[in-house]
């Protein structure tokens, strides 16, 4: 049992940030489609976010988001990233898919 705690606190041995943030996410659907979603948590690996409609584990998807000046502790700033998603579990109950990824790649964008 021990070894299993061990191995979910590697998993997360970044900080998670629990934000409420809109993003939308781009995600290859035959073809490319954008589905509006809204953070749970983000840390520096990855994301989990809450959406309407369910997306496949394993597709890649690319979303920017604005991570406020509490995170950053200086001014608000854009992320374009790119990920893989690791984990979809359909809520039902709630009427929102939570979607789990991991992200491979980010970029800081500047402010237009």
Same mark, same amino acid.
């Given at each position: 049992? *021990?070894?299993? #705690?061990? #191995? #979910?606190? =590697?998993?997360? %041995?970044?900080? &998670? @940030? *629990? ?8 995600? *290859?659907?035959?073809?490319?489609? !954008?589905?509006?979603?809204? /953070?749970?948590? +983000?840390?520096? &690996? %990855? $994301?989990?976010?809450? /959406? ?8 890649? $998807?690319? @979303? /920017? ?5 509490? $995170?950053?502790?200086? !001014? ?6 790119? %990920?893989?998603? +690791?984990? +979809? ?8 898919? /939570?979607?789990?990824?991991? $992200?491979? =790649?980010?970029? @800081?964008?500047?402010?237009?």
């Amino acid at each position: 049992m *021990a070894e299993v #705690q061990l #191995q #979910q606190q =590697e998993k997360r %041995g970044t900080r &998670r @940030f *629990a934000l409420r943030l809109p993003l939308t996410v781009s995600y *290859a659907e035959n073809g490319k489609s !954008e589905k509006a979603a809204q /953070t749970r948590d +983000v840390s520096a &690996r %990855g $994301i989990c976010f809450y /959406t309407d409609s369910v997306m496949d584990a394993g597709s890649e $998807i690319e @979303f /920017t988001l604005t991570l406020p000046p509490e $995170i950053t502790l200086t !001014e608000s700033i854009r992320v374009r990233c790119k %990920g893989k998603i +690791v984990r +979809v579990e359909d809520n039902a109950s709630h009427g929102k898919v /939570t979607v789990a990824a991991v $992200i491979h =790649e980010y970029e @800081f964008l500047a402010e237009t």
